[in-house]
């Protein structure tokens, strides 16, 4: 009797032992289970609900614009794409570990999963033919086509949780905005203004209508020549025309700093009487700008922080 309760007694302990394990390794799973629940958001993209990491940190931003946006909410993007070899002055340093993937119609599936991102953010007139392949890569989110950059930004910073950073965003750049165009008024006043881009042979002037040419003259307040055509987003011309359009101020600059057939109309340029008797020439007010670091100008908060503080050291050096 005496060894049937003692085995009995041995076998209810086993039993209470496995129970116990039973319910540890269960606990276990819930703790497993709600972590990874936790490291997950759902977000909307134009393809429904996503599920995307909650804390992504290697973020592919695809198009030109979108890796600008990023970094403007924080997040330095592993991958992008390059229209130039080099990048903005202004991307230099903080892109200076970030994979150049060039620049074409289908992006580069093989370096894009090289790079092993956990996150793909795209806007859709871009990307939406490659969702398949690149969703294969990691979560994609596509986001809509926006006439403005603010919405666009607004839609990144929702997908990352950080749209209280995007709207800071906007607000500083519009303090500065503001504040820049005070400073130009009494640097410059109601003397007139041309932006003006060299191309291989010919020359393309940007008026208000058009997201650069709108950044000069409407957000810097700075005066378009009188001449211009009100609907025109630009016009191109020849250095014959050039004395039609004659400013008091030239902002210029190369179209691509590469290439020989720009350097070319540049220098035919400058060396032309025509050049040499425009008033902004005569003054001493012509302003050249780097091509590559206005890229963006007019779609991004970084290009226009840039541009903003070029086109005050340029005036006020000046004026000086």
């Known amino acids: 009797m005496r060894q049937i309760r003692t085995g009995m007694a041995f076998s209810m302990a086993i039993v209470l ?3 116990m394990a039973a319910c540890s390794n269960n606990n276990g799973q819930a703790k497993v289970a709600a972590t990874a629940e936790a490291d997950i958001r759902v977000v ?4 429904g609900e996503i599920k995307i990491p909650a804390n992504p940190t290697k973020v592919v931003g695809l198009s030109v614009v979108y890796p600008e946006f990023l970094l403007a909410l924080g997040v330095t ?34 370096m894009i999963l090289a790079s092993e991102p956990d996150l793909i953010l795209a806007p859709v007139w871009w990307s939406g033919k490659d969702y398949d392949q690149l969703s294969e890569i990691a979560p994609t989110v596509l986001l809509p086509q926006r006439d403005d950059w603010r919405d666009e930004l607004k839609d990144i910073g929702e997908v990352l949780g950080k749209k209280d950073i995007a709207e800071k965003v906007i607000q500083e750049l519009a303090a500065q905005e503001a504040e820049a165009k005070q400073k130009l008024d009494e640097l410059v006043g109601n003397e007139t203004v041309m932006y003006m881009m060299v191309m291989p042979n010919s020359l393309i002037l940007y008026g208000d209508q058009i997201d650069r040419g709108k950044f000069i003259h409407t957000t810097l307040g700075l005066e378009m020549i009188p001449n211009f055509p009100d609907k025109d987003l630009s016009l191109s011309i020849s250095l014959e025309k050039l004395p039609e359009y004659n400013p008091d101020h030239l902002i210029i600059q190369l179209n691509n700093e590469d290439s020989a057939e720009v350097k070319q109309t540049y220098e035919d340029m400058l060396d032309s009487p025509l050049w040499k008797n425009m008033n902004a020439v005569k003054k001493n007010q012509v302003y050249t700008m780097a091509g590559k670091d206005w890229f963006n100008l007019g779609m991004s908060p970084l290009a226009n922080r840039y541009a903003i503080d070029s086109v005050l050291q340029a005036f006020e050096g000046n004026s000086e």
């Open 17 to 19: 032992v496995l129970v």
């Open 44 to 47: 909307n993209s134009e393809k």
């Open 77 to 110: 993007p592993i991958a992008v794409q390059n229209y130039h070899e080099d990048f903005p002055a202004y991307l230099q340093e903080p892109f200076k570990d970030t994979l150049k993937m060039g620049i074409a119609e289908t992006p580069n599936f093989e």
